[in-house]
């Protein structure tokens, strides 16, 4: 079992920047591949980043890659989402994931397919 509490979000300014943290907790959190998406009304649940247990390996949706960093640090069993250049379309909840194997499976990601989930926190946007 994997438990996972997201914190880091907020209001702020298009433009700005925000660090959400992912605090995970369980035997085998530092084992597992972990990942981020967010669900807004608008366009409902959408992968985000991926990064495999050992944090060399990354997966970005096509949307963000230009402005979003994921990155852990397995001796604080946390994980990382950097977001820079903060539009109003990234105005969403946004939820830590973690699923039972190390590696990335992009389909897995995409798909929206995760073994654990955080309970979400709000990023919002202002114009």
């Known amino acids: 079992q994997v438990q996972l509490v997201e914190s880091g979000g907020g209001l702020v300014q298009a433009g700005g920047s925000l660090r959400l943290s992912c605090a995970a907790s369980g035997r085998t959190a530092s084992s597992a591949a972990m990942g981020w998406f967010r669900h807004s009304p608008a366009k409902g649940r959408e992968f985000v980043a991926a990064i495999n247990w050992g944090g060399a390996v990354t997966f970005y949706a096509d949307s963000v890659k230009d402005r979003f960093t994921i990155s852990r640090d397995n001796a604080k069993n946390t994980v990382y989402l950097q977001i820079n250049g903060l539009k109003p379309e990234d105005t969403a909840v946004y939820y830590c994931?973690?699923?039972?194997?190390?590696?990335?499976?992009?389909?897995?990601?995409?798909?929206?397919?995760?073994?654990?989930w955080g309970q979400g926190t709000q990023v919002t946007v202002s114009s």
């Open positions: 994931a973690a699923t039972g194997r190390g590696t990335i499976i992009e389909g897995t990601w995409l798909s929206g397919v995760a073994d654990y």
